[in-house]
């Protein structure tokens, strides 16, 4: 009678072991076993012959022989034996003729043909060795192949042809079945060997270690009908040779104690063609014996992470079951009591006991029952599913994803499959909280994933956040892969000074792959309610984003105001390129009262620009038409700019001759620009500039010179707004100059560690006649600052406008300290200008240098350390004896979200720039004590003695979820300020609640990290 499923049969492991002898299943698979290497390509099996038992008597090998060779004597029946669950009966030999024969793969038939029955070319079933008889020896193999340690039994279904014919010398089962039963195995008939070929050997039973029998691990395959020959040779298995894992070796060869239990398998498939794919999938090799010649890991997994994807529109791979106990009947139902394991491709199915039937393609699992797909893992008491179809369910899952970043886990009620794809859990809670941590999750009386078009849906959700349920929602929708999709986004609420309380509810619309938009309506307390909008779209040769606000009858002014900016680029391929820059503000306060950004708030000039280029290797052309918005200060008015149309074109080619051995070649090189500059107010003019030049780089390893010469010819020509009746102009300058330098370096030690240190001084000669620009009028041009790399430039002016007359030598010298993977541990910079005739041309309401030389610019910085990095630029006057400008910078980043940085600045007030300049600005991230950390920004002006901005606040990392509540100040405006408090909740992984305050952090914190962006120390382990 069958067993319950429930039930868990008596075991005996010295019954198991007791007088065991090769069953009708273990000479069926010897038989196999050489056509499958045959048919896959690989290397015949070895064994070493010092494996082998002693060869019996001669008497003893003479009673067997003729119940091998003599095929029509009558066996007796014989009790049906029992190997772990799995019960062989004996067939009468009268049966053998109906026993299903596999098919060789060389010289498979088809089922309609039938084959002639002969007593010679029937294979009969042999008689049962007695009990006292020693086991048959095995056949001696080459020694060129490693075995694996385990003993299969293979029994195909039954196939409708007719046995095939057999050599005189083929052997026999020792028994044939009369007919299945409850708890039985069917055996099959052993398989014919092809044409010369050797008769396939029986196996040995294992030897046993110090007296003790040992068990032995069965391995049951049920599998369809062999392939036919012409099917299997069309599409060839090349597999790579077999290696034995050491830990699947018997005692005496890995020399350790093997498992006291034994182990069965089950392998079942739905079409032939699953044995090719089981055989790809995995892989299992028979020895006799106790040793192993080779010891090399076997390529396959033992574990339970073997959840091969199969391929796109492929069908199910067959079934593998595994177990400590397999019974059933075959072809019908296989149970599986003990640690038992079914795998198929993409997941594996673990429980303490389960149930495969196989016409209704159904699993039942029950206890610690464990589905492993991919990664993904879920847990839970019971388990039923269809197989094929994908329905079933499970009762209380607990689910871990690992396929997504960051991991989450969750549990459920009911976990419903609904087909390929496709779940539905009831009363469900997920998060990506650590194990043992449920700080927050989010809770659907009923949540639909469907895997295939990635989209979950929950109803009657709600965010539990320590107990306090958060943003109820009768119905939403959520893209599972991060890919766009329509809907609400988190709100926002926060406070401003100039505002009041506000709140933002912002919808995603996700119009086409190439195009989406989002609408944000923001309520404010003090002023009313903004539609802020925003619409992105891409193509194969443009892409844009057009942002448009808009505040109808504010509160506080009583009128419309808005704000609209437009960004197009086009690439249409060929060196063409465009783009289109516009930025439009209602009035002059917009930014000040209603943004939060700093950045936005001290804007003074709105940029609207167009412009259409062409590149190539030599040359490059630029149309561009720029105009601006001023917004301007009451307290602190400003110019506003020209309008500009402008055409540029610029190019330089290298030309080499032949024998040049100094250099690169001859640099041709044209600059030349027109320009229509326009004004409501000021003069108008037009202005066309050439600059044709050609320099000669000579360089060695040691050093280089530059000689270099030009023409700089410019054209004025005014219209409008000529009150002065100001005449046409044309100005021509040639400009000679010499770049040189030389490299010195040498290794040197430091501190303990070796260090190459360079000396690099460097000369460069400007030569520029005078001529007077008094009566040109500035359209676009100003001073170009003084600094290092101002310096060392032929113009002491930014712009054509004023071409500066020029007679000096600039000297620097510059030393590098390099460690030895080439990092600048510490530079030093020396640079003065020398007049060797003082310079005339000016800048309106400024005056020429008065002396022969300039200030001394004296700069030092570098990577200190792994964390530390400074730099210094100090310009001294020395007449004066008295610094002219400072900077001072420091960084400090020992690990991400720890980060300090100092800054001081100064200079005096000059002609250009009549306000003077002293601040100190100084900005920290670093943790105060367990998960919090400390955020701040302070910029103060000493000459002012006024805070220009500050911020303070405080985060809170718990991990998979984080706190954020930041206070910021700044000035917009010469009287006003703009006060504004942010409060953040991120759920990491999910979604955020609050005021967004990480681009105020990024903006005013060097080097911030999002806390929540660091490695997760405490990462998901269990799903319970």
Known sequence: MKKSFREKPTRCLAALLHDVRPTPLAIALICLFPVAVQAAGLPPLQIDPGLLPPAPPAAKKAAVKPAVENTAAPAPQSPASTHDGATVTAMPQAAASKIPVPLPLEKAQTPDKAVPESKSQIAQPASVTPATAPPPSPAIAPKDEPQQARNIVAAPEPQKSEPLPAEEKTLAPSKAAAESAPQTAQPVAAVPPADNQPAAPIVAPAKTLEGKPQPVRNTLATAEPMIPASKAESKPLNLPPLKVDPGLLPPTAREVPIRQASESKVITGNEPGHLKEAAETSQAVQVAGNEIESAEPLPLKSNQSLTLSPPTGAQPGPIFISAMTIQGHQDAETEAIGEAELRQWGQVVTADRLRYSKPEDELHALGNVRIDQKGDITEGPELKLQMEKKEGFMMQPAFQLNQQVPPGRGDAKILRFEGENQYRLEDARYTTCQAGSDDWFIHAGELEINRTTQVGTARNAYVDFQGVPLLYTPWMNFSLNDERKSGFLSPSFGSTGKGGAEFTLPYYWNIAPEMDATIAPRYMDKRGTMLQTKFRYLGRSYAGEANVEALPSDRLTNTDRSYMTLRHQYTPGNGWAGSLNLERASDDNYFRDLSTQVGATSQANLLRDGSLSYADSNWLFSARSQS?????????????????????????????????????????????????????????????????????????????????????GTHYSFNDNNSTAQPDVSRSLPIFSVDSGLYFERDTDLFGAGYQQTLEPRLYYVRTPFRDQSSIPVFDTGDVGFGLPQIFTENRFAGSDRISDANQATLGLTSRLLDPIGLERLRGTVAQRFYLTLPEVTLPNTSAPTRKYSDLLVSVGGRVTKALAMDSLWQYDPDLHKTSSLALTSRYMPTAGKALYASYRYAPATAIAPVANKQVDTSAQWPLFGRWNGLARWNYSILDKKVLESLGGVEYNAGCWAIRTVVHSFATATTDRTNAIFFQLELNGVSSIGSNPLDVLRRNIYGYTKTTDAPNENPLSEIR
């Open 628 to 712: 601006f918005q001023t917004l301007q200060d009451p307290l602190a008015l400003i110019d506003t700019p020209y309008r500009r149309t402008q055409m540029l074109l610029n190019g330089s080619k290298m030309v080499n001759w032949k024998g040049n051995t100094l250099g690169p070649g001859v640099n041709l090189a044209l600059n030349s620009e027109a320009v229509d500059f326009t004004h409501p107010t000021k003069l108008n003019g037009k202005r066309v500039t050439l600059y044709p030049s050609i320099s000669l780089p000579l360089s060695q390893v040691y050093g280089y010179v530059t000689p270099k010469i030009g023409l700089h």
